[in-house]
T-cell receptor
Framework: DTGVSQDPRHKITKRGQNVTFRCDPISEHNRLYWYRQTLGQGPEFLTYFQNEAQLEKSRLLSDRFSAERPKGSFSTLEIQRTEQGDSAMYLC????????????FGSGTRLTVV | AQSVTQLDSQVPVFEEAPVELRCNYSSSVSVYLFWYVQYPNQGLQLLLKYLSGSTLVKGINGFEAEFNKSQTSFHLRKPSVHISDTAEYFCAVSEGELTGGGNKLTFGTGTQLKVEL
């Protein structure tokens, strides 16, 4: 297994455009998490899935954000009508449910909104 | 709700010197504790974790941490640092499944360790 993969690594977009990020978790992991990290801060929880079900969303996840995990495999995070405040590193992580060994994180997608 | 405080935003240290990065947490239930390291433009890599049992946990790259329940602390230590240890270090806490939170992690704001020659 190659770990958690995220694509793209970097994205520069104009304000108002839509962007979509992809995360491929470790294949046997049924939990998938999205976090956002801004400069000088620790990662903040956005949402998580168990298999294909989205079980929790943070208040940080405004209506412009939507996440999916069809078939319980890869996940996508879409941001509509991007704003400059959306500029951040978006991190994906996966783990097994029940019993907790910590997450495996991907390398992240750095979004810059200009 | 759980929270994490990392008291030092930056810690400069000379190579081969010992280092301690401080972490305090707050939670109303039993927790799991983690330290992650982040190199520039990279994701987070797990250094070590405390789930239960022995309060002294050893991790990768010669790091160790001690869980102190009475002081609600989980400080990270290394007896002799190397230039390659220069990175951002994050302490994190999880309440596991107890509060229905799905093992969400709450992170501190990070400590930048800078190892100098």
């Amino acid at each position: 297994d190659t770990g958690v993969s995220q694509d793209p690594r970097h994205k520069i977009t104009k304000r108002g455009q839509n962007v979509t990020f992809r995360c491929d978790p470790i294949s046997e992991h049924n939990r998938l998490y999205w976090y956002r990290q801004t400069l000088g801060q620790g990662p903040e929880f956005l949402t998580y899935f168990q298999n294909e079900a989205q079980l929790e969303k943070s208040r940080l996840l405004s209506d412009r954000f939507s996440a999916e995990r069809p078939k319980g495999s890869f996940s996508t995070l879409e941001i509509q009508r991007t704003e400059q405040g959306d500029s951040a590193m978006y991190l994906c992580a996966s783990s097994l449910a029940g019993g907790f060994d910590g997450y495996t994180f991907g390398s992240g997608t750095r979004l810059t909104v200009v | 709700a759980q929270s994490v405080t990392q008291l030092d935003s930056q810690v400069p240290v000379f190579e081969e010197a010992p280092v301690e990065l401080r972490c305090n947490y707050s939670s109303s239930v039993s927790v799991y504790l983690f330290w992650y390291v982040q190199y520039p433009n990279q994701g987070l890599q797990l250094l070590l974790k405390y789930l239960s049992g022995s309060t002294l946990v050893k991790g990768i790259n010669g790091f160790e941490a001690e869980f102190n329940k009475s002081q609600t602390s989980f400080h990270l230590r290394k007896p002799s640092v190397h230039i390659s240890d220069t990175a951002e270090y994050f302490c994190a806490v999880s309440e596991g499944e107890l509060t229905g939170g799905g093992n969400k992690l709450t992170f501190g704001t990070g400590t930048q360790l800078k190892v100098e020659l």
